[in-house]
């Protein structure tokens, strides 16, 4: 991935994290927000507008330069023109709970090459993380040196015995 991604969502409006990025059962995040947060373009690029009344409702889809195509989903609303240039930081709509949705919140998906769902990445991994929050990264091998798919990582922090986060590959 070539392009760096900007925070979708203000942390002030963000409640938790309550689905991560976990295929083949979910190909986003979902941020956890009070309705109407406002929502804001995490790269430079083209927005989209659509609707999805049994998946995504309303969202809108921004597509960049260098092959990514964004997606904000689950929107009570979005601003201005569909196809409408917008830089990093731009607002885009505010958080809703349309389409298959269980309460208000923001889906964020990031697909890199190839708009499929096939193509998604893991965009926490290209975001800056909140104050007080990190992002760890790395790949987990077999001898071999192919990928550990579904491998079970504990994160402990230094010093402590009782892990912080519980993990999956992918």
């Avoid at 373009?41 to 609707?51: D, I, N």
């Avoid at 929107?75 to 569909?82: P, Y």
């Avoid at 991994?125 to 550990?148: I, M, Q």
């Amino acid at each position: 991935l070539t392009m760096r991604l900007y925070r979708p969502l203000d942390k002030k409006y963000l409640v938790r994290i309550t689905q991560q990025f976990n295929p083949p059962t979910h190909y986003g995040v979902d941020y956890s927000c009070v309705l109407g947060t406002p929502l804001y373009s995490p790269a430079a690029g083209k927005v989209y507008h659509h609707e999805q009344p049994n998946g995504f409702g309303r969202y809108v889809r921004i597509e960049t330069p260098g092959g990514g195509y964004i997606y904000l989903a689950h929107l009570w609303d979005w601003i201005g023109a569909s196809g409408r240039a917008v830089k990093p930081g731009s607002l885009v709509g505010w958080s809703g709970n349309s389409g298959r949705s269980t309460g208000p919140h923001l889906h964020f998906e990031v697909r890199y090459g190839e708009n499929d769902y096939r193509a998604t990445v893991n965009p926490l991994l290209w975001l800056p993380p909140f104050d007080g929050y990190g992002t760890l990264a790395g790949r987990v091998t077999l001898p071999d040196g192919g990928p550990a798919v579904e491998a079970r990582l504990l994160v402990f922090r230094s010093g402590s015995t009782v892990p912080v986060r519980d993990v999956v590959t992918y």
